[in-house]
């Protein structure tokens, strides 16, 4: 008996960390747009059939394109941890313009940490997305 309060309390630390953790920053949340950019790429590059994104490591721009007439609005979803593995900033870059439309966003990242991000299509605003329109999931250190 001893052994599972001990299991459980460690399982409820370990869920509060985590927890702590992802809800200790204020999520952003932009819409991007900017019809150029300042930044010269090089882009690194994730897409499908419903959206791509892009993103310059040169200058923090992110490019969000909507590639589908779906009623959807595309964006990109971003995470930035520091060189400890926390996670510092989040947030989702939208491009409402509509089906065959790209915008722009300009970030300022701190130098040295790790970006994760993804291009993604929902309902603007919304929560909840099917990560089926999703790309896979780009690494890169800013």
Request: net charge negative; aromatic share 14%; hydrophobic share 40%.
């Amino acid at each position: 008996m001893k052994r599972m309060a001990t299991v459980a309390a460690a399982a409820a630390a370990a869920f509060t960390l985590l927890t702590s953790q992802a809800s200790a920053i204020d999520w952003e949340h932009d819409v991007a747009t900017a019809t150029t950019t300042s930044s010269p790429g090089p882009w690194q590059v994730r897409g499908n059939i419903f959206v791509s994104g892009l993103f310059a490591k040169n200058g923090d721009w992110f490019e969000v394109n909507d590639l589908e007439a779906d009623d959807q609005s595309a964006f990109v979803m971003w995470e930035l941890r520091n060189d400890s593995g926390v996670l510092v900033r989040g947030g989702k870059i939208w491009m409402t313009k509509g089906n065959g439309e790209g915008r722009y966003q300009n970030k300022n990242f701190t130098e040295g940490y790790n970006l994760k991000w993804r291009a993604c299509a929902g309902d603007y605003g919304a929560t909840w997305y099917d990560a089926f329109t999703c790309t896979e999931y780009a690494y890169t250190e800013v």
